[in-house]
């Protein structure tokens, strides 16, 4: 096409020509956004299983991830052991002291109540009393026995490894929460990549349109401003790893260059989401090693039953029988088992201000290589990063093809 042409076409039709960068631009920007909410949603699949749905990539690959963050967090983020060992059992002891106390009040009236019902409604009020003294009173020293033999090998009663996999795989809310939360900076990134990238093919696609008059330019544009940039974003974030200069112009991975800020961040929501005391607690009571603990309750449980009724011992056996006294001290160790939680919280506010477990986890991180570091967000991309990239494209190739249809109509 000869210029005077050109400029006749450019003159004629300016208006479409002025909204070709800003539309790319548009498509730059939309495509990203899509992409970023196609990680995240929908939480389950729709459509037609197996292939033709969609169901967002973080919930669709929640165990997966969340046992590479777990296995990057308690393998070299936090030591079970090491951050137990900064706890007092002394002052754990303390903490639960009052309510222990309640506890075993509760437990021993009912256990002698059900089980020798004629005798303690019989024994005075005075009588009763003292004798649930004499099983208070050594209460604070099996607490400390059972706390010291818990801290001193807490992996054998804790799996805190499969515990924050369950947690992050049970609500899948809260793993696009870590998610979300962390590389907020990172999206925004991608999102504005988008926009510029977007503006300047669209001065070259004007160029090109006003050159050749072919149809196919703007499709083969949008294709080319909804994938490319979406690839060209995602890899900005992560590499380089270390900063480097192009061109004269400095730049490091948008990941890597928040590191002190997303280590913060990453500890807090741990500290706050997962590894809460109130989850430790939960599966130090119920999870798949509570079995562990439940042993050492019933063997001191059963302790001292036997020691504050050694005397009177042969009289309950009379009067109960031998096997009606082992399930009495059966009895009282579930019911001591089952109460522990009231036991154990109220020493919850002490653990957390001493463990300050998302400072540890942040501190942490920052001793960690790049390529470690990256491990907490570039799950969330690599595997199914391909299909972020295509659906950008279709959506560009979709739009410019709408292009042609009012460039020509």
């Known amino acids: 096409m000869h210029l005077d042409a050109i400029g006749r076409e450019l003159a004629g039709h300016w208006f479409v020509y002025a909204s070709m960068p800003i539309i790319a631009a548009i498509i730059g920007y939309v495509t990203k956004r899509v992409a970023i909410e196609m990680m995240f949603r929908p939480m389950e699949f729709i459509g037609i299983p197996p292939f033709l ?7 669709k690959n929640a165990r997966r991830m969340a046992t590479i963050a777990c296995e990057l967090l308690i393998g070299r983020l936090l030591d079970p052991q090491e951050v ?13 002291e009052e309510p222990l106390r309640q506890v075993v009040q509760d437990v021993g009236s009912h256990v002698l109540a059900r089980y020798q019902p004629n005798l303690w409604e019989m024994l005075p009020p005075v009588a009763q009393r003292l004798l649930l003294s004499n099983i208070e009173s050594r209460a604070p020293a099996v607490t400390r026995k059972l706390l010291a033999e818990v801290m001193a090998d807490v992996d054998s009663f804790v799996d805190i490894r499969s515990m924050a996999i369950e947690n992050i795989t049970r609500d899948k809310h809260l793993l696009n929460r870590l998610i979300r939360d962390i590389s907020r900076a990172e999206f925004t ?33 949008g294709l080319v401003v909804g994938g490319a940039t979406d690839w060209l974003a995602l890899k900005m974030i992560f590499h380089p790893r270390e900063p480097k200069k192009f ?6 991975g948008l990941f890597h260059r928040r590191r002190q800020e997303i280590a913060g961040d990453y500890g807090r929501l741990i500290a706050e989401e997962v590894l809460t005391t109130d989850a430790v607690v939960e599966s130090l009571l119920t999870g798949p090693r509570s079995d562990r603990l439940f042993g050492l309750v019933q063997h001191e449980v059963q302790t001292v039953i036997d020691e504050q009724s050694s005397i009177a011992k042969p009289f309950v056996v009379l009067t109960v029988g031998s096997r009606r006294y082992q399930e009495m001290k059966a009895s009282a160790a579930q019911l001591a088992m089952a109460r522990m939680r009231e036991a154990i919280m109220p020493a919850a506010g002490y653990a957390s201000d001493v463990l300050d477990i998302g400072t540890t986890i942040a501190e ?4 960690l290589s790049p390529m470690e570091f990256e491990e907490l967000l570039r799950p969330a991309f690599r595997q199914d990063e391909w299909k972020l990239i295509t659906v950008g494209a279709i959506i560009g190739f979709l739009v410019g093809e709408l292009q042609v249809l009012l460039l020509l109509g």
Do not use: S
């Open 53 to 59: 749905g969609w169901q967002g990539i973080v919930p």
């Open 84 to 96: 137990v060992d900064q706890l007092d059992p002394d002052r754990l002891a303390k903490e639960m």
């Open 189 to 221: 990134f991608i999102a504005r990549c988008g926009l510029v990238f977007g503006l300047v093919l669209g001065f070259v696609q004007v160029v090109l349109w006003a050159l050749t008059q072919q149809p196919l330019i703007m499709p083969i544009f």
């Open 247 to 252: 061109f004269g112009v400095g730049w490091q």
């Open 364 to 367: 942490k991180m920052q001793m």
